[in-house]
Nanobody, 124 residues
Framework: QVRVVESGGGSVQAGGSLTLSCAAS????????IGWFRQAPGKEREGVAG????????EYADSVKGRFTISQDNAKNTLYLQMNSLKPEDSAMYYC?????????????????WGQGTQVTVSS
C-alpha cells in the first residue's frame, strides 16, 4: 500500500522560507508521479508542483514559479518542497500526493494516494 506522510509546515513571516517533506513508502518511485497540492479555507485545491520521479521532470504552478522548488532524495524515498519568498497568499494546508504512471499536469484527479496534510501559515 502506497503511503505518503508530510511534515515541515509551520508559521513564518512574509518573505521567509519553509521546507516541506514527503516521506513515501510502499511503492517503486520510478513508476510514480509525486505532487504537492494546497488548499486554503473556502478555496479549491490547487496543484503547486509535480515531479516525475523517473525522468526528474518538474512542473510548477505559475503562482509559485521562481519561489518554490520540488526535489527528491531517492535514498530516503523522500520528496521536498522548498518554499522561498513566502507570501500571505501561500497560506494553506499543503498535501503530498502520488499516482501511478507519468506526470500529466497538476490536475489532482489522477492522484490516488494522499497524505494528511501539513499547515503553512504566512503572516504579513
Amino acid at each position: 500500500q502506497v503511503r505518503v506522510v508530510e511534515s515541515g509546515g509551520g508559521s513564518v513571516q512574509a518573505g521567509g522560507s519553509l521546507t516541506l517533506s514527503c516521506a513515501a513508502s510502499g511503492y517503486t518511485p520510478s513508476d510514480y508521479c509525486i505532487g504537492w497540492f494546497r488548499q486554503a479555507p473556502g478555496k479549491e485545491r490547487e496543484g503547486v508542483a509535480g515531479m516525475d520521479v523517473l525522468s526528474g521532470i518538474r512542473e510548477y504552478a505559475d503562482s509559485v514559479k521562481g519561489r518554490f522548488t520540488i526535489s527528491q532524495d531517492n535514498a530516503k524515498n523522500t520528496l521536498y518542497l522548498q518554499m522561498n519568498s513566502l507570501k500571505p497568499e501561500d497560506s494553506a494546508m499543503y498535501y503530498c500526493a502520488a499516482h501511478y504512471g507519468r506526470c500529466i499536469g497538476l490536475n489532482s484527479g489522477p492522484y490516488a494516494y494522499w497524505g494528511q496534510g501539513t499547515q503553512v501559515t504566512v503572516s504579513s
